[in-house]
């Protein structure tokens, strides 16, 4: 285990990253249920994934990964992924 003080500082900074993130995302679904009257069925839609299809992709390989023989470093790479997609779709 490393104890160093940069290892806790890297630890706070990605922990900080994901509160950040539930927090908005929080936000993204109360935001999306004020204006969506209905849920839109996948095979309904045709052309590129929608936004909420996309998150719900990358919010689906963490799980995988972690199926996949406990693959815990990119199970967390996973999860900044969606962090960082989150993101973009907030500040558009």
Do not use: H
Not at 19 to 43: H, I, Y
């Amino acid at each position: 285990i490393d104890l160093s003080d940069d290892a806790l500082q890297a630890a706070r900074k990605g922990y900080r990253k994901l509160m950040n993130g539930l927090r908005l995302l929080d936000k993204l679904v109360v935001a999306g249920e004020e204006v969506s009257g209905k849920e839109v069925k996948t095979e309904e839609v045709k052309g590129p994934p929608s936004p909420a299809q996309q998150l719900r992709n990358l919010a689906a390989k963490p799980f995988a990964f972690l199926d996949d023989d406990l693959n815990t470093p990119r199970a967390v790479a996973a999860v900044f992924d969606l962090l960082k997609r989150l993101n973009t779709l907030a500040t558009n």
